[in-house]
C-alpha cells in the first residue's frame, strides 16, 4: 500500500479540478447551501453533466456510458468532489449505479448489459431494494417472496419492507423464491422487475425525523420478463451476496474523505461553542480523529486490493460495520457538545444517507438529523450484529451460532 500519487494520477486530478470550476456555479458551496426546493433540480442538471463526462459512473466500461477509470483514478474524483462539495451522483444512484448496475456488470448477460446500464447512466430506469421482509431481516435466507414461471413471464407475490427511495423508482432489483423445496439459502433468484404496473405497490413509512425515505413493497401477481434473472435460476443467493459487497464495501477509499471533513466540522462546532476546552470532550474528539484516520488507511488498504481485480466479499462487511459504529460515537459526541441546544432544535432536513450535505450550516439542526441518520446506519446494508457474523464466521472462521431445532 502506496499513500501517495504518481505525475499521471496528478494530472488527472487537474483535469477533474478544471471540470468542477467549469461547471459549478460561482460561488459554490455545496447542495446544502441551496434552498430546498432548489436542491432536486441542481442534482438532476449536475447529473447530466456528469454523464455526459463518464463521471457518473467512473469505473464502468465506456461502451455502456462509464467513464473507464481505474481505482485510483476513482478516488481521486471523489477526493476533488468532496473538497469542492459537489455531489458524485443524484436520487437513487446509489443503488441504480453502485449496487444493481455494478452486479450487472458482474453476473449480468451481455444482453442485460447492453439493455439495462446505458438506460442506468441515462436515468431512464431509476432503481431500488427488495431484499428485506417483515420475516426475513437479519436471516435474509428464510425470504417468503416467490416467483412462479408462466410462459414468459414470472409472476412475483410477496411482500418487501424498507424499501429505499422506493417511491421515485420505476425498477426493483428483488430476491424471490423460485424453488419452495429447496434450503432456504438455495432456490432463490435474483430477478429485476419493473415497478409501474398493478401489481406492484410501494407504500411510505414515516421515520424518527419526519422523512419518508423507507418504504414497504407490495407484489401482487407482479410480471416481469422470463430474461431478467441476473445469474443462474435458484442461483441467487450469490448474485445477492455480490451486491451487498458492493453495498458495504465498494466506497471503503472515498467514504472516509467524507467523514474526514465531517470530523473537521464537527472540530469547528467545538470551538465556536468552547467546549473544546472541556478535556473530556477533546479526548472524545482526538479519538474520533483517531478513528477516522484509520479508516482512511483501511480505505487505502482496500484500493490495493480493487487495484488488484479482486471482488468485494465477505471482507466487506468489516467497513460497514466500522463507518456505521464510528458514525453514531461522533453524532453523539455533536450532541454532547451542543449540550442544551440539541434539546430544543428540530431534525434538519439536508441529512444525506451518510452526513450533511455539503454546505449545511454548522448547527444544531443539522447535526440532529445527522444524529437521528446515523442510528439508521448501523441497521440498513445488514445490522452490525449481522455484520459481526459475516465477519467471525465467514472471514475469521469462528464456528457459527447455535441454531434452534
Not at 131 to 139: C, K, N, Q, T
Request: aromatic residues 10%; negative net charge; charged residues 25%.
Amino acid at each position: 500500500m502506496d499513500p501517495t500519487y504518481s505525475d499521471e494520477a496528478e494530472t488527472f486530478r487537474s483535469r477533474i479540478q478544471t471540470f468542477l470550476k467549469e461547471n459549478l456555479p460561482d460561488g459554490w458551496a455545496g447542495l446544502g447551501a441551496l434552498p430546498i426546493d432548489d436542491i432536486h433540480q441542481f442534482s438532476l442538471d449536475w447529473r447530466q453533466k456528469l454523464a455526459a463526462n463518464g463521471l457518473l459512473a467512473p469505473s464502468w466500461p465506456k461502451e455502456y456510458g462509464g467513464g473507464g477509470l481505474s481505482v485510483l483514478e476513482q478516488v481521486i474524483l471523489a477526493e476533488e468532489f468532496q473538497r469542492a462539495g459537489a455531489p458524485t451522483g443524484a436520487g437513487n444512484d446509489a443503488f441504480s449505479i453502485q449496487m444493481v448496475g455494478n452486479t450487472i456488470l458482474q453476473w449480468g448477460t451481455p444482453e442485460q448489459k447492453e439493455h439495462f446500464l446505458p438506460r442506468i447512466i441515462s436515468g431512464e430506469d431509476v432503481w431500488c431494494q427488495g431484499y428485506s421482509e417483515p420475516d426475513a431481516g437479519s436471516d435474509l435466507g428464510s425470504l417468503g417472496c416467490r416467483a412462479v414461471l408462466d410462459g414468459d413471464e414470472w409472476v412475483i407475490n410477496g411482500q418487501k419492507i424498507w424499501t429505499s427511495a422506493g417511491q421515485f423508482a420505476n425498477w426493483i432489483f428483488v430476491l424471490c423464491r423460485t424453488d419452495p423445496d429447496a434450503p432456504k439459502h438455495r432456490g432463490i433468484s435474483f430477478m429485476l422487475c419493473p415497478i409501474d404496473q398493478d401489481g406492484v405497490e410501494v407504500r411510505p413509512i414515516e421515520m424518527l425525523t419526519g422523512d419518508a425515505d423507507f418504504n414497504e413493497t407490495f407484489f401482487t401477481d407482479a410480471r416481469t420478463a422470463k430474461e431478467n434473472v441476473v445469474g443462474e435460476v435458484n442461483g441467487g443467493w450469490a448474485v445477492a451476496m455480490t451486491l451487498l459487497g458492493y453495498e458495504r464495501g465498494e466506497a471503503a477509499a472515498t467514504m472516509p474523505i467524507m467523514f474526514r471533513a465531517e470530523w473537521d466540522k464537527l472540530a469547528e462546532l467545538a470551538k465556536e461553542t468552547g467546549r473544546d476546552q472541556d478535556p473530556v470532550i477533546r479526548d472524545r474528539l482526538a479519538q474520533m480523529y483517531t478513528e477516522v484516520e484509520i479508516m482512511r488507511l483501511s480505505g487505502m488498504q482496500a484500493l490495493t486490493k480493487f487495484l488488484s481485480g479482486q471482488h468485494p466479499g465477505p471482507a466487506e462487511s468489516t467497513f460497514k460495520l466500522y463507518w456505521s459504529e464510528y458514525h453514531k460515537r461522533l453524532t453523539e459526541l455533536a450532541v454532547d457538545i451542543l449540550g442544551p441546544a440539541a434539546m430544543s432544535a428540530e431534525s434538519g432536513a439536508k441529512t444525506s444517507f451518510h452526513a450533511d450535505l455539503p454546505g449545511t450550516e454548522n448547527n444544531a439542526e443539522s447535526w440532529l438529523g445527522a444524529f437521528f441518520n446515523a442510528r439508521a446506519g448501523t441497521i440498513y446494508a445488514g445490522t452490525s450484529e449481522v455484520q459481526r457474523n459475516i465477519i467471525g464466521e465467514m472471514v475469521l472462521g469462528l464456528p457459527k451460532e447455535p441454531r434452534p431445532a
